[in-house]
């Protein structure tokens, strides 16, 4: 068999490797700290769990209209005019399984093989990939803790050329945590806008933000913006509804419109039953979401408070998600027993082997300088697994 371009264009995840290392400790009796975790630990919201049951018992267990049923994309249009300050229709609203399915749809009707898609690293991993998959081609743009991981007007002039199309936004960041204050994203949209580019807008995790951080969508800024922008959220992160997989693209008529074809093509639409219970967690999920990023703050000041006790890992603290991504280069090139720690693959091996404390290494996320760490754990896991962590990383000796 020859492969095609596309199943060429995607790799599994490289992290995978560390995957299979957590299985087989496990497998083998031992207690393992997992922070690699990308879903909320909360359960699911008893009002979401009703509309689903209802759903099923009721029989609308059949297709819906590739769009979304009515009902959702209603709900949607209300919690983007509650929430965001945001005016839709229902017909500027394309249901999708995930969020993750919502960007490669908008991705596929903006971009052509060859074109351009400006990704600002850290990135989260399926934005190169799906871009790779359409033939076209991301042009990552590094940032760094200088900025709070944040792109800037700069960085944008600098790096756009005649072929890019379309700018990646992901506030609040997986991985880093980065959540752009409005001017800041004024800033980048004036500059985006400026290129004639396309944005779609990442915002899964705006729900979990932390101190005086605030969510604001880039489509809200102007009626120039809300036209050049797909908004991008779901009931995954906020609703704690991952394996529900129910995502949206909000955007003019005629993206959703093009979209809608493509998904008519593609999955249908999106799980009926699923879209009961988002439409529920969306008009009565409120207090839920509110005691969720209330244990993310309180989990996110003892990780920052653990991690400030190992002096050679810099950490930008997280405004929202609910993720940390220290920087542990200064570990790199120091040993023990022989061994020594090359790169940010490595030490997430010897963090779980010395340890047993599982990271993502930071170069799938496109830094090999970093790990990642998620806290949606148990706070006990917090406590004891960072402990062992730094305990652990300073026995490497330079
Ligand atoms: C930044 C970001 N966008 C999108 C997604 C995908 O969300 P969904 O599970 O709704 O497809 C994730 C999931 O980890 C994410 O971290």
Redesign the pocket.
């Known amino acids: 068999m020859r492969p095609s371009r596309l199943a060429q264009s995607v790799a599994m995840s490289e992290t995978l490797a560390i995957d299979e290392k957590v299985r087989a400790l496990q497998a083998a009796g031992t207690k393992v700290y997992g922070f690699g975790a990308?879903?909320p630990d909360a359960p699911t919201p008893e009002v979401a769990c009703e509309a689903g049951i209802a759903a099923i018992r009721g029989g609308r267990t059949r297709y819906t209209s590739a769009a979304g049923t009515i009902e959702l994309r209603r709900a949607i249009c209300q919690k983007l005019a509650r929430e965001n300050g945001l005016a839709y229709e229902p017909d500027e609203i394309l249901v999708t399984?995930?969020?993750?399915?919502?960007?490669f749809m908008a991705l596929a009707v903006l971009v052509d093989p060859g074109d351009e898609v400006l990704v600002p690293a850290p990135y989260?991993v399926?934005y190169p990939s799906q871009i790779r998959m359409l033939g076209a081609v991301p042009k990552v743009v590094a940032t760094d803790e200088s900025t709070g991981f944040k792109l800037t007007p700069g960085m944008l002039h600098a790096a756009v050329s005649p072929r890019s199309r379309v700018l990646i936004l992901?506030s609040p960041?997986?991985p880093t945590g980065a959540v752009y204050t409005p001017d800041e994203m004024k800033a980048v949209v004036g500059a985006a806008l400026e290129h004639d580019l396309a944005i779609v807008s990442?915002e899964?995790?705006e729900r979990i933000l932390f101190g005086d951080a605030r969510h604001v969508s880039p489509a809200s800024l102007s009626a120039q913006a809300r036209e050049r922008t797909g908004v991008?959220n779901?009931?995954?992160?906020a609703y704690s509804m991952?394996g529900w997989?129910?995502?949206y693209l909000a955007a003019p008529r005629e993206w959703i419109a093009k979209a809608t074809a493509v998904q008519s093509h593609f999955c249908g639409n999106a799980c009926s039953i699923s879209q009961d219970a988002a439409a529920a967690a969306l008009d009565q999920g409120a207090d839920a979401v509110a005691a969720m990023v209330e244990s993310f703050a309180r989990r996110r000041d003892r990780v920052v408070a653990l991690l400030g006790r190992a002096p050679d890992l810099e950490l930008c603290p997280p405004e929202g998600?609910f993720y940390a991504f220290p920087d542990v280069s200064a570990y790199f090139g120091r040993s023990i027993q022989g061994r020594r720690i090359a790169n940010d693959v490595d030490l997430a091996g010897y963090l779980l082997e010395e340890a047993h404390a599982a990271f993502v290494p930071g170069s799938g996320f496109g830094s090999d300088r970093h790990l990642r760490l998620s806290f949606a754990c148990a706070d006990a896991v917090i406590e004891e697994g960072l402990d062992a962590t730094i305990r652990a990383l300073e026995k490497l000796k330079r």
């Not at 779901?234 to 992160?237: C, D, E, V, Y």
């Open positions: 990308g879903q399984a995930g969020a993750k399915q919502a960007i989260w399926s992901n960041s997986n990442d899964i995790y991008v779901g009931a995954s992160k991952t997989r129910i995502g998600a």
